[in-house]
């Protein structure tokens, strides 16, 4: 039995046209029962499978959408490209997943990688302050494009991400209320752009309840958040410079390095009378609820991201990849109280 290479040759062994083929690849139920049964015999016989991606060349508009994140080492891009995933699938799109890790270099060639599948659309979590936003602008004028999480100004048709501000504004009020108002601790070089964003929110908010706000920062670059927060954690304990009681840090991985120094340093971390310190966060990383203490931290709504995110790409596929105007959605953040303040 010679080897089936193509469409049209399986369309000739099946008895039916090359569009009835294709009408069935792309969707079964489309076709005729007898028809179907027939092309699913043939399918069974020979052994044939159709290459996917050639299939999108040819048609007008193809079913791939890419998603684009910058670190999917990181647990918070893994749950939130995961979701997507689930949700592009369920939506009638084959999702490719794709991650820059930290390289600006990397990012433009997986778009121009991307370009080249002529893609229906791009959910893309840009790098941020790191891309190289000239040749991301001319992608996105190319490719209908919706960023998530790192809203980088006039990159995109739209912005789905979590508003920075809930997330301050739910901590600080908490912390303020509970005990002694916090300390900010972030990286002196921030990797994400809401690193800047938060702290802002930060300084902003302690103005308005009228209390002096504390900015530290732990050294270091990169992804690599958990050590940054361990050795700048360390170096502050050592120091013996804290004002308060009670830290708030930038992200959930900065916490987590953060809680592992106090570890080291025999601090006890809790909401107890016997405690020497309160440590909260934001994210509601996944791993954030199994750390020692617990974390209590400001969370990302991961559904409501992720669903209004492929909402907003299908209606912007639907709309011929423009919009009248740069839409912009934010979701609130939702305090979870743990053990650690």
Same mark, same amino acid.
């Given at each position: ?90 939506? *009638?799109?084959?999702?490719? &997943?794709?991650?820059?890790? $930290? !390289? ?5 060639? /997986? %778009?121009? @990688? ?114 940054? *927060?361990?050795?700048?954690? &360390?170096?502050?304990?050592? $120091? !013996? ?5 009670? /830290? %708030?840090? @930038? ?91």
């Amino acid at each position: 039995m010679s080897r089936i290479k193509n469409m049209e040759e399986f369309a000739s062994v099946c008895g039916v046209s090359r569009p009835t083929i294709s009408k069935y690849f792309n969707d079964p139920a489309s076709v005729r029962a007898s028809i179907r049964e027939r092309i699913e015999e043939a399918l069974d016989e020979h052994g044939f499978r159709p290459n996917i991606y050639a299939i999108n060349q040819n048609r007008r508009l193809t079913k791939i959408v890419g998603i684009v994140v910058p670190y999917l080492a990181d647990p918070f891009f893994a749950e939130i490209a995961r979701v997507i995933e689930q949700r592009c699938v369920a939506a *009638g799109f084959s999702p490719s &997943l794709f991650s820059s890790h $930290g !390289d600006p270099d990397l990012e433009v060639e /997986i %778009l121009e @990688s991307l370009r080249s599948l002529r893609p229906a659309g791009v959910l893309l979590a840009p790098l941020g302050r790191a891309s190289r936003k000239a040749e991301l602008e001319r992608f996105c004028k190319d490719v209908p494009t919706v960023v998530f999480d790192s809203n980088v100004e006039g990159l995109g048709e739209a912005f789905v991400g979590s508003d920075n501000a809930s997330f301050v504004s739910q901590t600080v009020d908490y912390l303020a209320r509970s005990g002694e108002a916090p300390t900010f601790f972030e990286m002196r070089n921030p990797a994400n752009p809401n690193a800047n964003k938060r702290r802002n929110a930060y300084l902003a908010k302690m103005e308005e309840l009228g209390l002096t706000p504390r900015v530290v920062k732990a050294e270091g670059t990169g992804w690599g958040f958990e050590e940054i *927060g361990r050795e700048g954690g &360390l170096n502050l304990l050592a $120091g !013996d410079t804290l004002e308060t009681d009670t /830290i %708030l840090c @930038s992200n959930d991985r900065l916490a987590i390095g953060f809680l592992a120094a106090c570890y080291e340093r025999g601090v006890k971390v809790g909401r107890g009378a016997d405690c020497d310190l309160r440590v909260a966060s934001m994210d509601d990383h996944p791993f954030s609820r199994f750390t020692c203490p617990s974390l209590t931290t400001a969370a990302h709504d991961y559904d409501a991201v992720s669903r209004n995110a492929t909402e907003t790409l299908k209606n912007l596929i639907d709309a011929g990849g423009r919009f009248d105007h740069r839409d912009q959605t934010l979701h609130p953040a939702r305090l979870v109280m743990r053990q650690s303040a």
